[in-house]
């Protein structure tokens, strides 16, 4: 199996690391120098459960959330964030004490949709679009644009990692961004500092992982 050399950084929170590789990496719409490894904190609970925690400190206070909507296969994080948020200890701003955490299905076109069994947990609710990072927010943006369709309210966006503030306007909030990690680039595929000086692509990478070239 290919593998790439990663390390992991101890934070202070309690099963919270951030996963990382020195490279050069291609994304569908862009090249960075380190890959960030979010896939076991998608799949292990420890970690799943420690990221939603840092999460909820964004929202648990002053946003109301109906729905989370998950992508990039977030949904172990999203049902303890969706148990954060609805914890007696927090002040929940739903009045209905309880949190839908859905997916959305993808067509062939790369359009987001929502089946009829779905769309109502979408309509009239107010929606935290929950990715595992936002780097160009081609997919968040898409996300919160099918929630608009389906007549959601977006309330914000959440990631584990994030390199942007704002994304169509809507906030963004993340556990960990480019000043966890000192010397971190993303360039346009065009402008990649790395390409001009010729160094080979190590991976092609994604929210679901990496393949090594």
């Known amino acids: 199996m290919p593998t790439l050399t990663t390390y992991k950084m101890k934070t202070k929170g309690k ?3 951030l996963r990382v590789a020195k490279g050069h ?3 569908g719409r862009s090249h960075t120098n380190y890959f960030i490894d979010v896939t076991v904190q998608k799949s292990r609970v420890s970690e799943a459960e420690a990221v939603a925690k840092e999460l909820v400190n964004f929202y648990n206070r002053n946003t109301m959330i109906d729905t989370i909507l998950c992508l990039d296969e977030m949904q172990v994080i999203g049902a303890f964030l969706a148990k954060e ?4 200890d ?9 949190v839908y955490v859905v997916t959305p299905e993808q067509t062939s076109g ?15 609710k107010h929606v935290l ?12 943006k898409a996300a919160a644009e099918a929630v608009s369709y389906y007549g959601g309210h977006v309330v914000g966006i959440a990631s584990i990692f994030a390199t942007v503030d704002e994304c169509m306007g809507y906030p963004v909030s993340s556990v960990f961004n480019p000043h966890d990690i000192d010397d971190y680039q993303i360039n346009p595929s065009h402008t990649c ?3 001009r000086n010729g160094q080979k ?5 994604n929210s679901f992982g990496f393949s090594k070239l």
């Open 129 to 140: 679009i929950l990715a595992a990072s936002v780097n160009t927010g081609y997919t968040a």
């Open 90 to 98: 927090f002040m929940n701003m739903n009045a209905h004490q309880t």
């Open 201 to 205: 692509i190590d991976a092609l990478v």
């Open 193 to 195: 500092p790395l390409c």
């Open 85 to 88: 948020l609805t914890r007696g």
């Open 15 to 17: 099963n919270l690391y």
């Open 25 to 27: 990496f291609a994304t």
């Open 110 to 124: 790369n359009q987001l949709l929502f089946r009829d069994s779905v769309a109502p947990m979408i309509a009239g």
